[in-house]
T-cell receptor, first 116, second 115 residues
Framework: NAGVTQTPKFQVLKTGQSMTLQCAQD?????MYWYRQDPGMGLRLIYY???????DKGEVPNGYNVSRLNKREFSLRLESAAPSQTSVYFC???????????????FGPGTRLTVL | QQQVKQSPQSLIVQKGGIPIINCAYE??????FPWYQQFPGKGPALLIA?????SEKKEGRFTISFNKSAKQFSLHIMDSQPGDSATYFC??????????????FGKGTLLTVNP
């Protein structure tokens, strides 16, 4: 099993450009998450999908959109990138959807995004 | 509003030392407290976790101590090794089903264990 995979690994954008970060999991998990990690700020939840067909805003959703394409895939889109969106983006998944609160989140390797 | 406060921001110890990382939370509805470990260039991975019905949990060299009345929990690493050098995040979540299993993370502690 590959677990959680993310593409691309690195990306440089100019201000105003758009892009989509891709995430896929092969663990048959119901819930998926997008986080951003910035120095000294920890991991902040951008959006999550508790189950296929549902998405909800997290702590820092402004400037982002998401799509839960199917049970395996959850993409994050930046419509008009800004320098403040320079960050490392992590996708995660968990069993979710009625699972226990002790549900472990499994993280992907991350995408390093720089917006110039 | 920062719901999980973590300290210190960074920590340097010698091999064999016992680093201690502390976290405090505000929301009494939290009922699950995991710690995640992150190596440079990698995603975080679950290290150890505790529920509030116990005061201590040990897995190998890693121990969580939990103080429900003080709303605090801490990670102790016994006989620390250079390979333990990583960033450690505490987190908390609350039950209730469905989407309520979101994790709230602390800001992280960069641990360096010198040989």
């Amino acid at each position: 099993n590959a677990g959680v995979t993310q593409t691309p690994k690195f990306q440089v954008l100019k201000t105003g450009q758009s892009m989509t970060l891709q995430c896929a999991q092969d663990m048959n998990h119901n819930s998926m998450y997008w986080y951003r990690q910035d120095p000294g700020m920890g991991l902040r939840l951008i959006y999550y999908s508790a189950s296929e067909g549902t998405t909800d805003k997290g702590e820092v959703p402004n400037g982002y959109n998401v799509s839960r394409l199917n049970k395996r895939e959850f993409s994050l889109r930046l419509e008009s990138a800004a320098p403040s969106q320079t960050s490392v983006y992590f996708c995660a998944s968990s069993v979710g959807a009625g699972g226990a609160p002790t549900d472990t989140q499994y993280f992907g390797p991350g995408t390093r995004l720089t917006v110039l | 509003q920062q719901q999980v406060k973590q300290s210190p921001q960074s920590l340097i110890v010698q091999k064999g030392g016992i680093p201690i990382i502390n976290c405090a939370y505000e929301n009494t509805a939290f009922d699950y407290f995991p710690w995640y470990q992150q190596f440079p260039g990698k995603g975080p991975a679950l290290l150890i976790a505790i529920r509030p019905d116990v005061s201590e949990k040990k897995e190998g060299r890693f121990t969580i101590s939990f103080n429900k009345s003080a709303k605090q929990f801490s990670l102790h690493i016994m006989d620390s090794q250079p390979g333990d050098s990583a960033t450690y995040f505490c987190a908390a979540s609350k039950g209730g089903g469905g989407s309520n299993y979101k994790l709230t993370f602390g800001k992280g502690t960069l641990l360096t264990v010198n040989p």
